[in-house]
């Protein structure tokens, strides 16, 4: 009865013990009564009777009968229980486990239960994979975030304080090192707020019929200075075609890629392309390089992953940009990905359901 579920089980049990007992009457009986006819503990008269009273030979034989079947259920009801038992143990052992701090034990599935136990197992630890995952990243965000925190509230803290103290002067320069801090700051909890929406489910999203063109230049004039100073010539091409998305999310997610752009980037050319491919939009955005190496792609949306962290502090980022842009890309049923061009250049390409007209 391996991998069979416990009514089948029960089931079975239940009929075995039935035609046992059955059986064991039948054949008791007969040779019960056989016994008594030849040393004559009883007649056939007294079989012949109309007496509803027991005989002391039926009395025997009932006796063994019932016995016998105790027997049999008892050998039978052991290796039932012990189906349903030691999968249950196992589970209430990895519970306790779990309750004591342990997040990484599981239950162990055994070779001879039933098939609802078995699932409840494997969802138990499918369970307890996702706790300890989640609580897992749990500190790792906590770590995270607060390393991103620290930098810019202990430079907040350190000027307000030479500044109370005299050390510093305070003017227009040193407020406008103060308010970059401060903006970083919105930045990071807008980020953080945007991935936590995602994760939960509640990321809302206006879509409806864009052409994103007039999007991406807008962009592009916001960026304008920051892409001169960068040595970055920008080159479009774009489609007229309309897409299904949210202008405001994916103006952020072209925001992201433009100041990552300019943040990591080589000088020299930056293209930005927007085609249609049957029932999808498509956006790419290439630049000279320095590409990325295999390495790193697997990791290069994911939050807080930094390919050179001395680099990326230096330059202000907080891990943050491109974990915000798959969120946001995934969150209207599209792809980003990453792709190394010929020679050193680096390529986003993202894909986006076309609305049909």
């Not at 009865?1 to 239940?14: D, E, F, G, P």
């Not at 239960?113 to 989640?134: G, Y």
């Not at 680099?311 to 943050?320: E, M």
Request: charged share 20%; net charge negative; proline share 2%.
């Amino acid at each position: 009865m391996k991998n069979t579920s416990i009514s089948r089980q029960l089931i079975i049990t239940m009929g075995i013990l039935n035609l046992a007992i059955t059986f064991c009457a039948v054949v008791f009986s007969c040779g019960v009564y056989t016994l008594a006819l030849k040393y004559q503990w009883i007649s056939l008269n007294d079989l012949d009777t109309d007496s509803v009273s027991l005989h002391m030979i039926d009395m025997v034989w009932i006796m063994i009968v019932l016995c016998t079947g105790f027997i049999i259920s008892t050998m039978l009801s052991f290796p039932f229980a012990k189906r349903l038992i030691d999968p249950m143990n196992a589970l209430a052992e990895a519970v306790s486990k779990i309750r004591l701090g342990d997040l990484s034990a599981r239950a162990e599935k055994t070779h001879n239960s039933s098939t609802e136990i078995d699932k409840l197992i494997e969802d138990f630890n499918l369970m307890a994979e996702k706790l300890e995952i989640s609580v897992k990243n749990a500190h790792i965000w906590n770590a995270s975030i607060a390393h991103e925190l620290r930098t810019p509230i202990t430079i907040l803290q350190g000027r307000l304080q030479g500044i109370i103290d005299g050390v510093f002067q305070a003017d227009m320069t040193l407020y406008k090192n103060l308010l970059h801090q401060v903006e970083g700051l919105s930045h990071l909890v807008e980020d953080l707020r945007t991935l936590t929406l995602l994760e939960n489910q509640q990321l809302r999203l206006n879509l409806e019929k864009t052409n994103l063109k007039s999007s991406i230049e807008k962009c592009l004039n916001a960026f304008h200075g920051r892409l001169v100073s960068a040595g970055l010539n920008v080159q479009t091409d774009f489609t007229y075609q309309s897409c299904f998305c949210d202008c405001r999310r994916m103006e952020q997610v072209l925001l992201a890629l433009l100041d990552n752009e300019v943040r990591y980037a080589n000088s020299g050319n930056l293209y930005i392309k927007t085609e249609v491919n049957a029932k999808t939009w498509i956006l790419h955005l290439e630049d000279d390089g320095p590409g990325i190496s295999e390495e790193h792609i697997n990791y290069l949306f994911k939050p807080f992953y930094r390919l050179e962290s001395s680099r990326n502090r230096t330059q202000g980022g907080t891990g943050l940009g491109l974990a915000v842009v798959y969120a946001i890309v995934a969150a209207h049923h599209g792809t980003i990905k990453y792709h190394i061009t010929q020679g050193t250049g680096s390529r986003f390409s993202i894909y986006l359901p076309l609305l049909d007209n």
